[in-house]
């Protein structure tokens, strides 16, 4: 038998290296914390795809909006552009079937018989027309442009250096950049062999004015 001291309680080994509860408490508290911190991580990588995801769409959505107001802007400029052609066609049409009552008119006034009531009738024709845009061209000693002038005549001339308009038969009439009818003229051409005669005779004057130690002075 042994003998058991009074007053002695016999404890458990407990290794020295064993940790205190102070310490088992501050330990558990650093575990949360580290296993908290991955959370939060993820967390706000899923936020950021979220953002660059409603970035991604409201860009599209903008382009989508500048895209479509731009063609809404072409569409408005097709509609008047062609608004404005259908109203100058119209126009065209109805000032074609006036022209021969202009080109009598235009007659008349030559001859000095628009007078009385004929007159007060054709000038307010005249004013009417040329509200709805009916200009009429057509000038003695302009330059022949076949675009915008019809030749019924020709002729040569000494005096012109270029195809000239030297007489008007019918005026040419406009609405903005379209042309109703050609002016009808007759034109002149330089007389053949002027321009050389001339270049000729230009070329022995100054040839004479060498020779003579230039032009005398007045």
Same mark, same amino acid.
């Given at each position: 038998?042994?003998?058991?001291?009074?007053?002695?309680?016999?404890?458990?080994?407990?290794?020295?290296?064993?940790?205190?509860?102070?310490?088992?408490?501050?330990?558990?508290?650093?575990?949360?914390?580290?296993?908290?911190?991955?959370?939060?991580?993820?967390?706000?990588?899923?936020?950021?795809?979220?953002?660059?995801?409603?970035?991604?769409?409201?860009?599209?959505?903008?382009?989508?909006?500048?895209? #479509? !107001?731009?063609? &809404?802007?072409?569409?408005? $400029?097709?509609?008047?552009?062609? /608004? =404005? %052609? +259908?109203? @100058?066609?119209?126009?065209?049409?109805?000032?074609?079937?006036?022209?021969?009552?202009?080109?009598?008119?235009?007659?008349?006034?030559?001859?000095?018989?628009?007078?009385?009531?004929?007159?007060?009738?054709?000038?307010?024709?005249?004013?009417?027309?040329?509200?709805?845009?009916?200009?009429?061209?057509?000038?003695?000693?302009?330059?022949?442009?076949?675009?915008?002038?019809?030749?019924?005549?020709?002729?040569?001339?000494?005096?012109?250096?270029?195809?000239?308009?030297?007489?008007? #038969? !019918?005026?040419? &009439?406009?609405?903005?950049? $379209?042309?109703?009818?050609?002016? /009808? =003229? %007759? +034109?002149? @051409?330089?007389?053949?062999?002027?321009?050389?005669?001339?270049?000729?005779?230009?070329?022995?004057?100054?040839?004479?004015?060498?020779?003579?130690?230039?032009?005398?002075?007045?």
């Amino acid at each position: 038998m042994t003998e058991e001291t009074p007053g002695f309680e016999e404890k458990p080994d407990v290794p020295s290296d064993a940790a205190s509860p102070e310490d088992a408490a501050q330990e558990a508290e650093s575990a949360d914390t580290a296993g908290s911190a991955p959370a939060g991580d993820v967390t706000d990588v899923a936020l950021q795809a979220q953002l660059d995801q409603v970035r991604t769409a409201l860009n599209e959505r903008t382009a989508d909006l500048q895209r #479509l !107001q731009a063609e &809404y802007q072409n569409y408005r $400029r097709r509609v008047e552009r062609d /608004r =404005v %052609a +259908v109203k @100058e066609i119209a126009s065209a049409n109805l000032l074609s079937e006036l022209l021969p009552v202009l080109d009598d008119v235009g007659r008349a006034r030559e001859h000095g018989e628009l007078v009385g009531g004929f007159k007060s009738v054709a000038e307010s024709l005249e004013t009417v027309v040329a509200k709805l845009g009916l200009q009429q061209f057509g000038k003695e000693g302009e330059p022949f442009d076949p675009t915008i002038h019809e030749a019924l005549m020709h002729s040569y001339a000494p005096d012109v250096t270029e195809t000239t308009c030297v007489a008007i #038969l !019918q005026p040419g &009439y406009r609405i903005g950049e $379209r042309t109703i009818r050609p002016a /009808r =003229v %007759a +034109v002149a @051409e330089p007389q053949p062999g002027a321009q050389g005669a001339k270049s000729a005779s230009d070329e022995d004057a100054k040839a004479s004015d060498e020779e003579n130690g230039g032009p005398e002075e007045g």
